[in-house]
């Protein structure tokens, strides 16, 4: 260390000391952020427009190749194919490897499956694949075709994630791979859902892109009409809908089960599902369509069984024979998942690097300049090969030609190698040709052979350069190769006919649910404690009832099964409830609770049945009112449909010509109904002043009739004569007539 107190310090720093670094957290945290999320975009979520794979799917096929597992070989355990992906090439979670691999194997996820497992890959019911150690698994076909060419300098390679081996960046891909079994995921900020397509479909719109380069959209989606899933079904869509979607990238296509009625003889018919949309479970399905017979939500349903074997076999049964078959799947798609909406979303990644939401046309030209390219490569790469074969013919017909001569250099001279390159003017590959060949290649049959495989060779490297020099011949090559692939696996090969029948979009019919309930009488029964019950027919409506210990009656009235129950609560809100949905009176009901969200703390104020013609008055506990139309009181959801604002006292049918009101103040005022507005929502109107207190009561009246009450003993008093308390809205009133209930209710 230097004595110069001025000399700069050269002590190294120490590994132990405050090695941080300051920034702010914004830019930490959105640096950090933005590094996930292209990791996400790039290596995960977006599949590759080019081979319609994922980094994942990518390395599962490679690795299963590197393990020499073709069509026609032998299986391997899946736990053995996991972990050669994970140790080698995709350093995550075994159960996620597997996951995708055996997807790859599901004939009802993959229009084309691309591993071909033994034993239990999980089914369309939606239970989970066995465990690794338990299935098997090799190559496809359909694999086989997407690596073909890797040998041969096809396409990129890179280093795997810890630099000992290499990996594909992208696949040969014979066939648009994307576009035949589609793709989904779901990355930062965006999302991809790709349908699968028919295989034959596609490689022909492929070919004429090929000859027409600027084809039209219409003329492209002609040939392929719509996309073609592996549990078929039946898209109903219209065809400028199709259109949109495969021009934009994006769109919602319908999708419905397909379906047949079956004739049971005498009149009698079911229903039967053969298939059912994409990506749907059939147990979810049967327990949603279970669900649908339950809540009685479809009348006209029976009843619902799984006959399923290995096709889809789910059997409907009508409540009677006169029901129509078509209003019965209509209601049926409305409110189960018969019919589904395929949320279209064609976001891939453009040369593995640029996501783009891409139209069909230009996912088609992306894979045919993919081919292009691997054409470009494989060529040359056999160029390569050829030129060092037959600098190696060449040098072993030199030989033929001077046999005894290289006989004797061989046996007689040190250095042969030496002595041929000088005396023959052969290259270093050519001389060790000639010393590796063996004794039985002296014969004359084999330089016959030479020449021929000369000749050959030859003509096919002219044939090749000829090709690289003509892109027209070019595109004659990929075209040759796309029909030799759709002879493989199209319309002619098992499993290759479309499945998805392109159905025609009719206008969606208006189904009438409540024209489906059988109209039976029933009583309404609702306890204190808010359980609710409907009894067959209209009993006595004071007869004795059943109730749970601590309960009793609280409101009773006769209905009919196709009426819609209002309640209407203390927090000025009515609530709908179909009376077919009503628990049956051999038990003690259910809570209403339960069936719409009507708060704890909240009591019911009234329930009756829905009258399309009626009108309502209804008022708040201070004296606020106003007429509500039948209409605009129904609610569609369980939340019901706020329409006081205010703590709610009193719903009243509008009869008669005059309202009287009563107070807490026991001041009684008399107005006409007319001076009540009519309206939809809102507080209202203040029906009666009132110095203290609010409002105790109110009634409608005809007042030419008076006014009656019924008095404690039984007796009933009326005051026929109103003219005292007869006045304009909002009036202080005056004391009720002598005799008035005390509890200030008009009964």
């Known amino acids: 260390m230097s004595d110069d107190p001025n000399a700069p310090d050269q002590t190294p ?111 369309i019911d939606g239970d989970n694949p066995a465990a690794s150690r338990y299935t098997e698994a090799r190559l496809t076909a359909a694999s086989e075709a997407l690596m073909e060419g890797l040998a041969e300098d096809a396409v990129d390679f890179r280093p795997n994630y810890d630099g000992t081996l290499h990996e594909p960046a992208v696949l040969p891909a014979a066939f648009p791979n994307l576009l035949c079994n589609g793709a989904s995921g779901i990355a930062v900020g965006m999302a991809t859902n790709v349908p699968p397509h028919n295989l034959h479909e596609v490689i022909d719109a492929c070919l004429h892109l090929i000859k027409a380069p600027d084809a039209r959209d219409e003329t492209l989606i002609s040939i392929m009409p719509g996309p073609d899933f592996p549990t078929g079904g039946v898209l109903v869509e219209s065809r400028d809908t199709i259109a949109e979607a495969y021009r934009t990238g994006r769109g919602s296509l319908r999708l419905r089960a397909r379906w047949a009625v079956e004739d049971l003889g005498r009149g009698g018919w079911q229903i039967v599902v053969t298939e059912i949309p994409y990506q749907v479970q059939k147990s979810k399905l049967i327990e949603r369509l279970a669900e649908v017979i339950q809540l009685k939500k479809v009348p006209i349903l029976a009843d619902v069984r799984d006959e399923s074997a290995e096709d889809v076999r789910i059997v409907l049964e009508p409540r009677a024979r006169t029901v129509d078959p078509e209003q019965l799947m209509a209601a049926l798609f409305r409110v189960s998942e018969l019919e589904i909406r395929f949320g279209m979303n064609m976001n891939v990644l453009i040369d593995g690097r640029q996501p783009k939401v891409c139209s069909l046309k230009e ?35 030199i030989a033929f030609l001077n046999l005894d001569r290289v006989i004797e250099i061989i046996r007689y001279e040190d250095d042969p190698k030496a002595v041929m390159i000088a005396e023959f003017k052969l290259t270093d590959v050519q001389v060790e040709a000639i010393l590796n060949m063996r004794l039985r290649a002296l014969r004359r049959l084999e330089e016959i052979e030479l020449k021929a495989e000369h000749e050959n060779l030859t003509r096919e490297r002219e044939g090749l350069v000829a090709m690289l020099a003509d892109p027209a011949a070019q595109w004659a090559k990929i075209s040759e190769e796309l029909r030799e692939t759709r002879t493989k696996f199209g319309k002619s090969a098992p499993g290759g006919l479309r499945r998805t029948e392109i159905g025609e979009a009719g206008e969606t019919a208006v189904i009438d649910m409540d024209s489906m309930i059988e109209r039976e009488s029933i009583t309404v029964i609702l306890s204190k404690m808010g359980w609710i019950r409907a009894m067959k027919g209209h ?3 004071d007869a004795e009832i059943k109730f749970k210990d601590g309960d009793g009656p609280f409101m009773a009235f006769h209905a009919e099964t196709t009426d819609k129950l209002m309640i209407f609560g203390a927090n000025g809100r009515f609530y709908t409830l179909p009376a077919n949905t009503l628990p049956g009176g051999r038990g003690m009901g259910e809570p209403l609770r339960l069936m719409i969200d009507l708060p704890n703390d909240v009591a019911v104020m ?29 609610a569609q959801t369980r939340t019901g449909k706020q329409v006081l604002n205010g703590d709610a006292l009193l719903i009243r049918t509008v009869a008669g010509d005059h309202v009287a009101c009563v107070g807490e103040n026991r001041k009684m005022l008399v107005f006409p109904i007319a001076e009540l507005p009519e309206m939809g929502r809102g507080k209202g109107v203040r029906l009666q002043k009132f110095k203290d207190g609010g409002l105790s009561d109110a009634i409608c009246i005809t007042l030419a009739d008076g006014l009656r009450w019924h008095e404690a003993g039984g007796r009933t008093r009326s005051e026929p004569d109103l003219t005292q308390w007869l006045g304009k809205r909002a009036g202080a009133g005056y004391m009720a007539p002598r005799g008035f209930p005390r509890d200030n209710k008009f009964n």
């Open 606 to 634: 009234a329930m009756f049945a829905h009258d399309k013609t009626a009108r309502y008055l209804v008022a708040s506990k201070a004296g606020d009112g106003f007429i509500v139309p039948a209409a605009d009181i129904l």
């Open 13 to 123: 720093p120490d590994p132990k000391g405050d090695q941080t670094s300051t920034e702010p957290l914004s830019r930490a945290i959105g640096e950090r952020y933005l590094t996930y999320a292209l990791s996400t975009i790039m290596h995960r979520a977006l599949p590759d427009a080019r081979d319609g794979l994922k980094p994942v799917h990518r390395r599962i096929l490679y690795a299963m190749r590197e393990l020499r597992l073709s069509p026609t070989g032998a299986f391997r355990k899946s736990a053995k194919i996991t972990g050669d992906v994970m140790g080698n090439y995709h350093p995550h979670g075994d159960g996620a490897i597997y996951d995708a691999m055996a997807r790859l194997a599901q004939p009802f996820a993959m229009r084309y499956p691309l591993v071909d497992g033994q034993g239990n890959f999980g089914n």
């Open 363 to 397: 996912l088609l030209r992306a894979f045919l300049d993919h081919r292009r390219d691997v054409l470009v490569r494989r060529s040359n790469h056999r160029l390569d090969k050829i030129a060092a074969r037959l600098e190696v013919l060449e040098g072993y017909m």
């Open 539 to 541: 009993q006595p409506l």
